[in-house]
């Protein structure tokens, strides 16, 4: 599945100015801005609390409100076929043309969150809402996700041997366009996805991952992006496993990618792959199956190692400006 990356990035405005004395358990975090350095103060609330990315309601709106593309509601889901609660009311929109990761510690159900929304069979949700492009994602099967336009990389990509990738994508191709193909059609459009993804012709007579490398698995996936052409990418941890290198191409390839209409959900534990994305991104903190803070890339890119040492206070919500308010900002 795909997406590209043309218009300028939305504007941002500076974050509102921190209270002068943090109160009891509050951790600083040095955020610069482009004119000066500040300390930026968050204090630490109630556990319980999810952050619900705001609606694009109210004064300050820019002239053209991009469309919602995404948007959950108080979702909650457990393993099924037993009690445990996994998610426990996650609250997130997403709107075309927007890059939002997700970061957190091993357990925190960032990988849930992305495999309910594709319609893993592992998992029941129990309360909540999704509505995709205005549609209710919930009532579709996975395959049905997939053709309005959602796609999944997955951590560890299989390898299906006795399948081409030519054979592979052409098939899939076919499928989401729901129209055959010629080969020698296809290959012409396939070329310049290659070469987006720094891929040779060859990897298309190898079978689908058979002895790839980590770079070459991550790689063939943003190929199937880009042929796909998806309207909301998931990616699994799409920078694990990766080297300097690869993880510079697939940064590149992503931008190259998107357009203002396609957005794209990464799930990381890094904020390595946000500093090779010249894009500025919405980031969230997923703590104990919740959504619990959110910054601007700008933030997080200089915060690494607060956020890094942070993880365990993580548990409250963060006094962060609101995500509708970086979305209005102006620069």
Request: glycine share 6%; net charge neutral.
């Amino acid at each position: 599945m795909a997406l590209p990356l043309s218009s300028p990035a939305p504007c941002f405005a500076p974050s509102p100015s921190p209270p002068k004395t943090p109160p009891r358990n509050s951790f600083l975090i040095t955020i610069p801005t482009p004119h000066r350095r500040r300390r930026c103060r968050h204090g630490a609330v109630r556990a319980a609390v999810a952050v619900d990315s705001p609606s694009a309601e109210g004064g300050g709106l820019r002239a053209e409100t991009p469309n919602v593309f995404l948007e959950v509601k108080d979702l909650r889901a457990v393993i099924k076929d037993s009690d445990k609660e996994i998610l426990k009311g996650v609250n997130l929109t997403i709107n075309e043309g927007e890059i939002h990761t997700i970061m957190g510690r091993n357990g925190s159900g960032k990988s849930t969150f992305a495999k309910v929304l594709v319609g893993h069979p592992d998992y029941e949700v129990t309360k909540g809402s999704v509505v995709f492009k205005g549609e209710n994602l919930l009532d579709m099967d996975p395959e049905e996700r997939s053709h309005a336009g959602l796609f999944m990389s997955f951590q560890s990509p299989v390898e299906i041997p006795g399948v081409s990738n030519m054979d592979f994508l052409r098939m899939a191709y076919s499928a989401k366009k729901k129209t055959e193909i010629s080969p020698i059609e296809f290959f012409h459009y396939l070329l310049p996805k290659l070469e987006a993804v720094k891929m040779d012709t060859r990897f298309l007579d190898r079978n689908v991952n058979e002895g790839f490398s980590g770079g070459e698995k991550k790689r063939n996936e943003i190929l199937q992006l880009a042929v796909l052409e998806a309207d909301l990418a998931i990616l699994d941890e799409i920078d694990s496993g990766l080297d300097v290198d690869a993880l510079q191409d697939v940064a590149k390839a992503l931008v190259g990618l998107m357009t203002p209409k396609n957005s794209i959900l990464m799930i990381t534990h890094y904020p390595n792959l946000l500093d090779l994305i010249s894009k500025r991104c919405f980031v969230h903190i997923m703590e104990d199956g919740l959504i619990v803070s959110y910054y601007q890339e700008l933030h997080i890119k200089n915060c690494c190692r607060n956020l890094r040492s942070s993880f365990p206070v993580l548990k409250y919500e963060l006094q962060s400006p609101t995500l509708e308010h970086f979305r209005q900002g102006s620069s």
